[in-house]
């Protein structure tokens, strides 16, 4: 057993290491490297997500496509307008990534813990990941919530929200504080696929080290694969959850529900509805969350 441990050990990442330690310092580790990541993921990735998010809430007549919508976007607002909602993520990521990632890494512990001498296996490491997902949904819905509806400013005939604080203000003042997670269940929906993310970065990381290639390299091809993974299915819970969010703040609704956006997208564009806006999500999954899960692992090595 011991010799199967052994040759098991460099098949793992950094942040699958130290699982049999149990103490408050490697569980610190794991909040903290989420931090450093959620700031790299908002500083590559953000201009990808507007353009994302602006496609997946608009119709077929206000962009052709991702290069259309990112050329009307500087053109007309400027390039600032990529950044547009940055600043509850530039706060909120930091939160949800500590959350997710120390979720992520403590579930990893506890099932170690299980396990004993034996490694986790791909489930467990999703059930981590789903863990993880779950648990920073409540975090997300209103961080992603404010961030959806400030993107989706085009201009200041109409603009509704002067900034973030000014967002979440006239939310609970309309609707009560309850009105901040709006869209919880669809947002759990999107971030239980972090099963997938994470079963699927094992996997990768497993068989990339068998290519002899640098431990940077292979964390970062795994990261860009599994979040390849992860997009593929989660896309229609994230159309469905930015549609829902950023309806207009009036009554009645115009989608009571998610299931009524998921039928609105069915019926007015079928199947392929629910995929609008995915080249800029795929374009932004590698570099992104490559970049994060590099930093994560890296913050985790230093902090080992």
Same mark, same amino acid.
């Given at each position: 057993?011991?010799?199967?441990?052994?040759?098991?050990?460099?098949?793992?990442?950094?942040?699958?290491?130290?699982?049999?330690?149990?103490?408050?310092?490697?569980?610190?580790?794991?909040?903290? &490297? /989420?931090? $450093?990541? #959620?700031? *790299?993921?908002?500083? !590559?990735?953000? =201009?990808?997500?507007?353009? %994302?998010?602006? +496609? @997946?809430?608009?119709?077929?007549?206000?962009?052709?496509?991702?290069?259309?919508?990112?050329?009307?976007?500087?053109?007309?607002?400027?390039?600032?307008?990529?950044?547009?909602?940055?600043?509850?993520?530039?706060?909120?990521?930091?939160?949800?990534?500590?959350?997710?990632?120390?979720?992520?890494?403590?579930?990893?512990?506890?099932?170690?813990?299980?396990?004993?001498?034996?490694?986790?296996?791909?489930?467990?490491?999703?059930? &981590? /990941?789903? $863990?993880? #997902?779950? *648990?920073?949904?409540? !975090?997300?819905? =209103?961080?992603?919530?404010? %961030?959806?509806? +400030? @993107?989706?400013?085009?201009?200041?005939?109409?603009?509704?929200?002067?900034?973030?604080?000014?967002?979440?203000?006239?939310?609970?003042?309309?609707?009560?504080?309850?009105?901040?997670?709006?869209?919880?269940?669809?947002?759990?929906?999107?971030?239980?696929?972090?099963?997938?993310?994470?079963?699927?970065?094992?996997?990768?990381?497993?068989?990339?080290?068998?290519?002899?290639?640098?431990?940077?390299?292979?964390?970062?091809?795994?990261? /860009?694969?599994?979040?390849?993974?992860?997009?593929?299915?989660?896309?229609?819970?994230?159309?469905?959850?930015?549609?829902?969010?950023?309806?207009?703040?009036?009554?009645?609704?115009?989608?009571?529900?998610?299931?009524?956006?998921?039928?609105?997208?069915?019926?007015?564009?079928?199947?392929?509805?629910?995929?609008?806006?995915?080249?800029?999500?795929?374009?932004?999954?590698?570099?992104?969350?490559?970049?994060?899960?590099?930093?994560?692992?890296?913050?985790?090595?230093?902090?080992?």
């Amino acid at each position: 057993m011991t010799k199967d441990i052994a040759a098991a050990a460099p098949t793992q990442s950094t942040a699958n290491s130290k699982l049999d330690d149990q103490s408050l310092y490697n569980r610190f580790r794991g909040f903290a &490297a /989420g931090v $450093a990541s #959620g700031i *790299t993921k908002l500083a !590559v990735g953000h =201009p990808f997500d507007t353009v %994302k998010v602006r +496609l @997946q809430t608009s119709g077929k007549a206000d962009f052709k496509g991702p290069l259309d919508c990112l050329k009307k976007t500087i053109q007309k607002e400027g390039f600032r307008a990529l950044y547009k909602g940055a600043t509850p993520p530039l706060v909120g990521w930091m939160f949800m990534d500590s959350i997710m990632l120390g979720t992520l890494h403590n579930a990893r512990l506890i099932q170690q813990s299980w396990n004993g001498d034996k490694p986790l296996t791909v489930f467990q490491h999703g059930l &981590a /990941g789903l $863990a993880g #997902g779950l *648990t920073v949904s409540f !975090v997300a819905t =209103p961080v992603e919530q404010i %961030k959806a509806r +400030l @993107q989706v400013q085009y201009d200041a005939a109409t603009k509704v929200y002067t900034g973030p604080i000014n967002c979440a203000t006239q939310l609970v003042r309309n609707n009560g504080i309850t009105a901040l997670w709006t869209g919880l269940l669809p947002t759990m929906a999107f971030r239980s696929w972090f099963f997938v993310f994470w079963a699927s970065y094992d996997v990768f990381t497993r068989e990339l080290k068998k290519y002899n290639l640098s431990d940077g390299s292979v964390t970062f091809i795994a990261g /860009g694969l599994s979040a390849t993974a992860f997009w593929l299915g989660a896309f229609p819970s994230d159309s469905i959850k930015n549609r829902y969010m950023t309806q207009p703040d009036v009554h009645p609704k115009r989608f009571p529900s998610p299931w009524s956006v998921a039928q609105y997208i069915y019926r007015n564009d079928g199947l392929r509805g629910f995929y609008r806006g995915f080249l800029p999500s795929f374009l932004r999954a590698f570099p992104t969350n490559a970049s994060a899960v590099f930093m994560f692992e890296t913050v985790m090595k230093l902090l080992a």
